[in-house]
């Protein structure tokens, strides 16, 4: 995930929906997310992270971004695994 979010994300700004369904992303992984893959996806409308036992941590990442900078596309955020 931590490469995805520093490399991957960037290079596709104009992604809309992203399914990252079982890929063992966990805390570490969902905080790179958060924080350096998703602002660079502005037009991202959907996420789906489900079967990524993402922990509180994570979890905390994800609602700490959406409360200061929400996603300003993103409409759907389902399948959070604690």
């Known amino acids: ?12 700004p104009q992604l809309i929906k992203l399914s990252l369904f079982s890929n063992s ?11 350096r893959g998703l602002p660079s996806v502005p037009q991202l409308t959907q996420l789906y992270l489900g079967g ?7 979890a905390k990442e994800f609602a700490r971004l959406f409360f200061e900078k929400p996603p300003p596309s993103l409409e759907e955020l389902t399948g959070i695994d604690l």
Do not use: T
Not at 1 to 12: F, N, Y
Not at 25 to 35: M, Q, S, V, Y
């Open 25 to 35: 992303i966990g805390a570490e992984g969902a905080k790179a997310l958060a924080e």
């Open 1 to 12: 995930a931590k490469a995805l979010a520093e490399r991957g994300l960037p290079s596709v």
């Open 52 to 58: 990524n036992s993402i922990g509180d941590e994570g």
